[in-house]
């Protein structure tokens, strides 16, 4: 345990050596509600209402911790700090959970400034951003366990394609955070209710309006989700340990 939080101050210090990456995922999140917000004052229809945009902001902004941790783990699998450190009585769980514990806060921290942001814009702040930003954490680990199970196996140019580019853009077409999914409709809808990025956004939107028993049906799906990026990521990683080791 000491090890695993030794591992996690290591990587917390890391992270905050590339504050250019990190001033970007706290705030291209803003940027976006500025520029949509703008948008709709321009416009006489009701396209972006911050109530209901907000909460899926929130999530696809989240999207962007995916490369943060993959990138993270890449460049250790690339130097020989991991080669030393396989060498020590950690575990797979713990070096997963060494990268894990220091991301949540940022993501935490980017939920919050978010909905900070719109507050400022005129959406009403109750109590239940705060319950938004806790239903926000099973989606944040996710894209935590995606960058990791990428940063396991690919290289740290790799993770940029497919966790940068690919993810971001899978996350923000199937979330329903820029369009009402029903507008679509037929397989695009099935397609994307099958993953979790829109249950995570529906989930965001019930706990701001106080609908709290339309949370868990959506949460379930992204918890599960979840549980099985970090499994995932933990088997890979532990594999990689194995042969590395050899």
Known sequence: MNQMIAFSDRSTKEMLRDPLNLAFGLGFPVVLLLLLTAIQSNIPVDMFQLNQLTP????FGLSFITLFSATLISKDRTTSFLMRLFASPMRASDFILGYTLP???MALMQTLICYAVAGMLGMQLTLNVLLAAIVALPAAMF?????????SVFNDKQVGGICGALLTNVSAWLSGTWFDLDLVGGGF??????LPFAHAVDAGRAAVAGNYSGIMPHLWWVIGY???ALVAAVIVFQRKMRRDNV
């Open 56 to 59: 899926g902001i929130a999530i």
């Open 103 to 105: 991301l949540l806060p």
């Open 143 to 151: 894209f935590i366990g995606i960058g990791l199970l990428c940063g």
């Open 189 to 194: 809808k099935k397609i994307s209710y099958m």
């Open 226 to 228: 979840a549980v099985v």
